[in-house]
């Protein structure tokens, strides 16, 4: 079975602070995708980024920044000098390699930034 | 952003009564799918579909059903709607153009309480 778990509810940080998103992945496939997801306070789910497995680079995009580290079983997000356009629940979730499209999502993180 | 409307958007009813939530998408994508958003769950699969009247079951599929007349929409009916059906459903779509590529893109949810 797979599993996503992301361990932080909520992170509440000040305007300027990075913020690291914990994301622990279990699965027994060789091949599978990760992903994470913004969903604001409109409500709606907004694609970060895909990663696959057999892809262990890092990825930068501005202020954000994935490692993926498949020793760990991990696929953590950091937002550097957060903002409060930031503030969202976070989504990571993980997707079979050569079973189905399902995505199994953690339970998400709540990020609050302040001013 | 994905060309993708839910209807309605807000929905209100009683328990025991039929309800039918619309996905409509103007992508021509393959795939769509349903999720529901439960507090403390992230997301989960309810079910999908991977063309026209070809349909699958998700997670938690039990107290729903779902058609695909055609490709650009995607119904999902509660046949007698209870309590605990009382989520944000989400509809989301994707190409389905192999593992390796295929990314979900997410509607903007439909606010569902049943009474």
């Known amino acids: 079975a797979q599993k996503v778990t992301q361990a932080q509810t909520e992170i509440s940080v000040v305007e300027k602070e990075d913020v690291t998103l914990d994301c622990v992945y279990e699965t027994r496939d060789t091949t599978y995708y990760l992903f994470w997801y913004k969903q604001p306070p409109s409500g709606e789910l907004v694609f970060l980024i895909r990663?696959?497995?057999?892809?262990?680079q890092n990825e930068i995009s501005g202020r954000y920044s994935w490692n993926f580290q498949k020793s760990t079983s991990s696929f953590n997000f950091t937002i550097t000098a957060s903002q409060v356009v930031d503030s969202a629940v976070y989504f990571c979730?993980?997707?079979?390699?050569?079973?189905?499209?399902?995505?199994?999502f953690g339970g998400g993180t709540r990020l609050m930034v302040k001013p | 952003d994905a060309g993708i409307t839910q209807s309605p958007r807000h929905k209100v009813t009683e328990t025991g009564t039929p309800v039918t939530l619309r996905c409509h998408q103007t992508e021509n994508h393959r795939y769509m799918y349903w999720y529901r958003q439960d507090p403390g769950h992230g997301l989960r699969l309810i079910h999908y579909s991977y063309g026209v009247k070809d349909t699958d079951k998700g997670e938690v599929s039990d107290g729903y059903s779902v058609s695909r007349s055609k490709t650009e929409d995607f119904l999902l009916t509660l046949e007698s709607a209870t309590s605990s059906q009382t989520s944000v459903y989400f509809c989301?779509?994707?190409?389905?153009?192999?593992?390796?590529?295929?990314?979900?893109?997410f509607g903007p949810g439909t606010r569902l309480t049943v009474l």
């Open positions: 990663r696959n497995s057999f892809d262990e």
């Open positions: 989301a779509i994707s190409e389905g153009g192999g593992p390796s590529t295929d990314t979900q893109y």
């Open positions: 979730a993980l997707k079979r390699g050569n079973a189905g499209n399902m995505l199994t």
